[in-house]
């Protein structure tokens, strides 16, 4: 009998062919799209079936202390290596240590979607023969932050199930693990807490009870000393269960290890087990619908894979829910494959910080090096040409230069020699819009091409994705989108300067750029895609001198293809459909979802330009000093002149910008990464006039 299905279920190399929605615009014709295979899924016993104090089926979760994957593998923990070994492994987000939020996991576990945490708190009590957490401050604190998670969903429909829930902790109240547990009515049905229970004895016994009287049991020994006592404590649960039909276990760290600092905290691991051979989970590489990526996994998917293990299915769009149930894709060597994911991943968010910083020095470098030569010595302003346009190509660099192998210095050094090799052979061309037009179209081709094959380099580029604060697992992150957006208004607008006659490709090229970002099965970045539509919809506006026919029909335009990411994804199975789709799911259910994910954007681009100053003070140096260049120095202005298309393409680019600032969770990154792409190009064209 098997859980999930031994052959490889999905992959991103793996895709089935199917007629796309974008068909019937008459743009893209027939295309893969990349999702879960269909796999049957044999689900214990019915719910029905158990009752308190039988020896059915089981599910243990298991907590562990703060730890790393690196942390487990080096350990002496006989337990968790069996388990390790022998059933599916992979990594999820996890808040550090010294989060501020440290029960923000817990609850996450319980609702299945992004969730944060109570300030204080709250505290099991006995409720005729149950035990009962407030949920109200819980409720408050996720209605604060426009999360959109209901607390308690997960313990609601398993009690819907008629499946009992308890919860053990030792050295704790319970509390926490309650958070996972209770119902929406902050219902658990057994509590084991106390600091009595670090007497291994007791502790042992308290495992008994819980697993004798309840379904599904959350041991809580995150407040252990160390992983060796953990494990120990896990061998008693394990052999516990040896009696039960059927078992499920699932280990996990709600609390993250860090590298050096709070800032760069590690992932955390997870494994998914079985002690019953009755139940044949193969050893491999976790995944989920969530990352569409081997070996990663989020905490929201716990709760939906609890529930369709026990035969309730995947979560409904309703619910609120976006967390999808964990498979395992097969592997003989999934530890050293989770070994060099682990290690990708350390090294990427260690570049990240690096190459930003850098890459954000020398912007600021370049403009203030603009302003003053083509102030003072304008003569030599031709000599910013090559330096501009390297600045503008180093994201390109960045995001190909994975391909050279893990090592900071060697990645630098790739994508640096990459953007000046590109800068050097556009500048030979001999008109800048040509050079322009070559340089930005190849830089977002070689964006959207990664994203139609799955992101391979984005997910392993310091310009891709902010896995490690689980922002985004696939398709085709903030950080790029900003640069794709400039790249492409702008490389658009060269173009037709260049060629005016080429009206019809650019529009093919335009919509292209757009769906691959926007459409669910590549880019699935719905703020992206806004970003780039409203941009070059804005864009061709401006190049019909903004007559009044042209604005009414853009404006038009932006309204209906807005949402149709959103209705792609809604037309595809539930198990299949991405974040817009769910998000899309509950908005039309809940109307005051969609006030709250713009004000949580707002919020959280708020703090993103507290946390990242530079950034926050790189984008509006990139604005005034296009602007001033275009005022002070006359080589820019003069170049510029007349040039319709090429100019409107500038504007399209910074209308993009503002318009990401705001639809994008990280817009903050997308609109400076795409005024500096723009700002690149008004040196660039300033310099190549002089």
């Not at 707002?602 to 260049?629: C, D, H, K, T, Y």
Request: glycine content about 12%; aromatic content about 4%.
């Amino acid at each position: 009998m098997k859980l999930w299905p031994k052959r490889k279920i999905w992959s991103p190399r793996r895709r089935s062919s199917g007629p796309l929605w974008c068909v019937a615009l008459g743009l893209l014709g027939l295309a893969a799209q990349p999702h879960p295979a269909e796999g049957t899924t044999v689900a214990p016993p019915r719910a029905s079936s158990f009752r308190a104090g039988s020896r059915g089926a089981r599910s243990l979760v298991i907590a562990l202390p703060s730890a790393s994957w690196q942390d487990l593998r080096q350990s002496s923990a006989p337990s968790l290596r069996d388990l390790t070994v022998k059933g599916g492994i992979g990594l999820m987000p996890a808040p550090p240590v010294s989060s501020s939020d440290q029960n923000g996991m817990w609850v996450t576990l319980g609702a299945g979607r992004a969730a944060v945490g109570p300030s204080a708190m709250p505290i099991p009590e006995p409720a005729g023969g149950k035990w009962r957490i407030d949920l109200d401050g819980v409720r408050r604190a996720n209605a604060h932050a426009h999360t959109g998670a209901t607390p308690g969903l997960l313990g609601q429909r398993l009690h819907e199930l008629g499946l009992t829930t308890a919860v053990v902790s030792p050295g704790g109240s319970g509390g926490e693990a309650a958070l996972a547990l209770a119902d929406e009515e902050g219902i658990v049905d057994g509590v084991w807490a106390g600091e009595e229970l670090r007497d291994p004895d007791k502790l042992r016994d308290a495992l008994a009870e819980a697993l004798r009287q309840h379904a599904v049991v959350l041991a809580d020994l995150s407040g252990m000393d160390s992983l060796e006592a953990a494990d120990r404590a896990i061998g008693e649960g394990l052999g516990l269960l040896w009696p039960s039909a059927f078992s499920l276990v699932v280990v996990l760290s709600p609390r993250a290890d860090g590298l050096t600092s709070a800032a760069h905290p590690r992932l955390s691991p997870v494994v998914v087990g079985s002690v019953r051979r009755q139940i044949e989970i193969r050893p491999g590489l976790l995944t989920s619908a969530s990352t569409r990526r081997e070996g990663l996994v989020t905490a929201a998917d716990i709760a939906p894979t609890l529930l369709e293990w026990w035969g309730r299915g995947p979560f409904a769009a309703a619910s609120g829910a976006t967390g999808h149930v964990i498979r395992i894709v097969e592997s003989h060597e999934a530890a050293q494959e989770l070994d060099r994911l682990d290690l990708m991943l350390v090294e990427r968010q260690r570049l990240l910080a690096l190459a930003a910083q850098l890459y954000a020095v020398y912007m600021g470098a370049l403009l203030a090096a603009a302003l003053a030569v083509g102030s003072w010595w304008r003569r030599q302003f031709r000599w910013l040409a090559v330096p501009a346009l390297v600045g503008a190509l180093l994201p390109v660099g960045l995001l190909v230069a994975p391909l050279a192998g893990l090592g900071q210095a060697r990645q630098l050094l790739v994508a640096a020699g990459l953007a000046i090799g590109g800068a050097l052979a556009a500048s030979c061309l001999p008109r800048p819009e040509r050079s322009l037009a070559v340089a930005m179209l190849i830089g977002a081709a070689v964006i959207v091409a990664d994203t139609l094959l799955g992101s391979p380099l984005m997910r392993r580029s310091a310009v891709g994705f902010s896995v490690v604060s689980g922002s985004r697992f696939y398709g085709i992150g903030n950080e790029c989108v900003g640069v794709l957006a400039a790249m492409a208004a702008i490389g658009l607008g060269a173009l037709l300067q260049e060629a005016p006659q080429r009206r019809k490709a650019a529009a093919l090229i335009g919509v292209a750029v757009a769906l691959a970002v926007g459409a669910p099965w590549w880019g699935a970045n719905w703020g992206g895609y806004v970003a780039i539509l409203v941009g070059l919809v804005s864009m061709w506006m401006l190049a019909s001198r903004r007559r009044a026919g042209a604005v009414i029909l853009g404006l038009a335009l932006i309204v209906v293809a807005a949402s149709l990411p959103a209705f792609l994804d809604l037309l595809r199975p539930v198990g299949e459909r991405t974040h817009i789709g769910s998000a899309a799911a509950l908005v039309g259910l809940r109307t005051d979802v969609l006030a709250g994910t713009v004000v949580r954007k707002l919020e959280m681009n708020s703090g993103i330009a507290r946390v990242a100053g530079w950034w926050w003070l790189l984008a509006p140096l990139a604005g005034l000093a296009a602007l001033g260049m275009l005022k002070r120095v006359g080589t820019a202005r003069q170049s510029l002149a007349g040039k319709l298309y090429l100019c409107a393409g500038l504007w399209g680019a910074v209308v993009s910008a503002l318009v990401a600032m705001v639809v994008n969770d990280s817009g903050v990154v997308s609109m400076a990464m795409a005024l500096a792409v723009a700002s690149s190009a008004v040196v660039f064209i300033g310099a190549r006039s002089t």
